[in-house]
């Protein structure tokens, strides 16, 4: 199967106060089409980073981004990105907000309201359309931020810790109600996290990052779908899958 994303021996420094800082260093890794990854990393390792490259929000100091191909030297339609800070416009409401990649596009005004509509629905948002950001919950500004990423109807989803902030119960429903709009959809996404439980529940594979993007384990996660946290955590292999990656977490370090 053909690539989405493929990134070969990416770097990354920063100058601050005249010296060098090597936030990346030789990375190298392959989306495949459909694929749910989840890049696991402690704080620092350089997932946002990552994401920022692979988002085309910054440029590499060396190495190459493929999408489908052709070299990310910008932002593209293709690529939604999910940041680990809000982002919406709080001037905007909710369904202004969501409308916002539609409008970007040109589609007509009924479309759009139709269409932003339908996402604020699937996110879980109905009755919240007229409400600013400042006027909404943690959990539901990640879910109008999650809609109005779904409106520019990306191919790939690139998403930073989006639910880190949040209680554990509402994390737990955040991420079925993505598993739910992601299964299916044909999408890929590229999902960074520094939680083990939460890759587990979301991804096909996991890459454990080290310092300076180092990968330390790419895994498969073999375990069937639909997964509730709950029931798997005491299935043998989600045990035996958890202590790898809590190993190879600890080695990173
Ligand atoms: N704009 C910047 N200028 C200077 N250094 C930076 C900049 N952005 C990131 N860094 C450095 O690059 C390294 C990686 O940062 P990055 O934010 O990518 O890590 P992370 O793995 O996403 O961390 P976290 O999980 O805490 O968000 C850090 O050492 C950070 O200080």
Not at 8 to 18: I, P, Q, S, V, Y
Not at 49 to 67: D, F, K, Q, S
Not at 176 to 195: I, M
Request: charged content about 30%; aromatic content about 4%; some cysteine.
């Amino acid at each position: 199967m053909k690539a989405v994303l493929e990134v070969r021996e990416l770097a990354k420094h920063f100058t601050k106060d005249g010296t060098d800082l090597v936030a990346l260093r030789g990375f190298d890794l392959t989306v495949e089409p459909g694929c749910f990854l989840v890049l696991l990393g402690r704080s620092g390792c350089g997932k946002s980073t990552l994401l920022n490259l692979l988002a085309g929000l910054a440029p590499a100091t060396a190495g190459v981004i493929r999408y489908h191909g052709t070299a990310v030297t910008g932002p593209r339609t293709e690529i939604g990105y999910l940041t680990q800070h809000d982002t919406l416009m709080p001037w905007r409401d909710v369904r202004r907000n969501v409308e916002m990649p539609m409008e970007l596009r040109g589609d007509p005004k009924a479309e759009r309201i139709r269409a932003a509509q339908e996402l604020i629905e699937r996110v879980g948002l109905a009755g919240y359309e007229r409400h600013y950001p400042r006027e909404l919950s943690g959990g539901m500004r990640r879910r109008a931020g999650l809609a109005r990423m779904l409106a520019g109807d990306p191919e790939t989803l690139l998403l930073d810790e989006p639910f880190s902030a949040l209680d554990a119960l509402l994390r737990t429903e955040l991420q079925a109600d993505l598993l739910r709009l992601w299964s299916g959809s044909g999408k890929s996404v590229v999902f960074v996290t520094h939680d083990i439980d939460e890759a587990l529940v979301l991804a096909d594979r996991v890459v454990v990052l080290g310092a300076l993007g180092r990968i330390v384990l790419d895994l498969d996660v073999d375990l069937g779908r639909p997964r509730d946290l709950d029931e798997i955590r005491v299935d043998p292999g989600y045990v035996q899958l958890h202590r790898r990656l809590a190993a190879a977490l600890k080695e990173a370090a």
